[in-house]
Structure formats: structure tokens, C-alpha cells
């Protein structure tokens, strides 16, 4: 099968950082995101090879530390997970051969929906360094687990940068910590192909 003729949906992929690898090597990428399309109103194709999802965390997130897991708006935050699973099924309905999917989102509450996660990483196990090395990740799905390509956090100095956002816990704001890193991106496209 030509790599042109498999459809990988990014589901709410912001930047599309996540798909980027399978985009590079001539996939036929579609990110699903706002504000051009909204994935509670997306039909997806009746064939799919691949599903990246990584819906808005803010009311699972553990980063909101001011609201606890009694203050969330799991409403609202479901609301986007649903479609990106509803998505999911609704592929798998048609028996389409889909071949992996991955729902991600920062360790949280996301799990009182889903369950335990399959998956775990740090950023800093795909190599990524400074301010945004550290964010516990959890996917769900099913797909190869990619292989981390750091095995110690390494030990460095990181400059804390004041940059205009609310986000001054972890001196990046939160949408340059939504993306997803590049090092994890490539390592999982190299397990799921
Ligand atoms: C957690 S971020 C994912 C960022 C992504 N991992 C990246 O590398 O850029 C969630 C993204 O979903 C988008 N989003 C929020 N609500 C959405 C909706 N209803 N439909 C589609 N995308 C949505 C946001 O704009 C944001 O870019």
C-alpha cells in the first residue's frame, strides 16, 4: 500500500506536530482542528489507516493545580474526548482496516474515563531539553509502544525564562506545552508505519 493512499486523522492537532513524521513521508495527512474544523461535528472517511487524538486537557490536566478533581468541568472537557472516540468507532464500524489509533493527553483525570493509560512518557525521553522536558503523558489506544531514546533524565542546568503568559509555574506557556514534542512524534511514527 502507497504510503499516499493511508489516511492518518490528527484529531484536535493544533500544530500537527504529532502527525508531522507520517506527513513528511507522503502519508495523506488530514488535521482535525480549530478553528477550521471542529471535531464534534467532523464524518470521517469510511477507510483510515491511522487516528492521532489529542483533545483540550485543561479540566483533566494535574498542570490546573488551582481547581481539584471535585472543581472540573469534565462536561466540557468530555466533550472533545467523545468525539475523538466517537470518531474511532465510528471507523471501526465500518470495518476498515485501522491500523493503530492513540487517544493523548498529560497524566490527569482523563483516567476516571478512560481507565488506566497503556502508555507513559516524559518529553525528555525523546530528547527533549529545558523548559518543556518534563510533562507526564499518558496515551491510550492501541498501537507499538515507541521506544524512548534517553534513558536517563539528563541532569542540566534549565534557565528560567520570564515569558508573557498565566503560565509562570513552568516558564513556557501552555500552548507551547500542548505541542507535541518532535523526538516522541518520530518515535512513534517509526513503531506505527
Ligand atoms: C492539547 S492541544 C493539542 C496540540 C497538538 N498536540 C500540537 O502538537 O499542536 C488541543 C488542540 O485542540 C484544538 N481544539 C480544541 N477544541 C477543538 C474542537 N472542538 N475541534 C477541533 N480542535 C479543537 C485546540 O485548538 C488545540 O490546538
Not at 4 to 11: G, N, T, V
Not at 25 to 30: K, N, S
Not at 87 to 116: D, M, R, S, T
Amino acid at each position: 500500500m502507497e504510503n499516499s493512499s493511508k489516511i492518518i486523522l490528527d484529531l484536535c492537532g493544533g500544530t500537527g506536530s504529532w502527525s508531522k513524521p507520517y506527513a513528511d513521508a507522503g502519508y495523506d495527512v488530514r488535521v482535525i482542528t480549530l478553528p477550521e474544523i471542529d471535531v464534534r461535528l467532523y464524518e470521517p472517511p469510511a477507510t483510515v489507516y491511522g487516528i492521532l487524538a489529542a483533545p483540550p486537557c485543561k479540566e483533566f490536566s494535574k498542570a490546573n493545580w488551582r481547581k481539584n478533581r471535585h472543581q472540573r468541568n469534565y462536561k466540557e472537557g468530555m466533550e472533545c474526548v467523545e468525539a475523538c472516540l466517537k470518531i474511532i468507532w465510528q471507523v471501526q464500524k465500518n470495518k476498515a482496516p485501522l491500523i493503530f489509533w492513540a487517544l493523548e493527553n498529560p497524566e490527569g483525570y482523563l483516567y476516571l474515563f478512560l481507565g488506566y493509560p497503556y502508555y507513559k512518557f516524559q518529553p525528555w525521553q525523546f530528547g527533549e531539553i529545558g523548559m518543556l522536558a518534563a510533562k507526564r503523558t499518558a496515551l491510550w489506544g492501541y498501537f507499538n509502544k515507541p521506544k524512548p531514546t534517553v534513558k536517563n533524565r539528563p541532569l542540566q542546568f534549565v534557565p528560567y525564562v520570564k515569558e508573557k503568559t498565566n503560565d509562570k509555574w513552568y516558564g513556557a506557556s501552555s500552548m507551547k506545552r500542548a505541542i507535541t514534542p518532535p523526538g516522541f512524534a518520530k518515535a512513534f511514527f517509526e513503531a506505527n508505519r
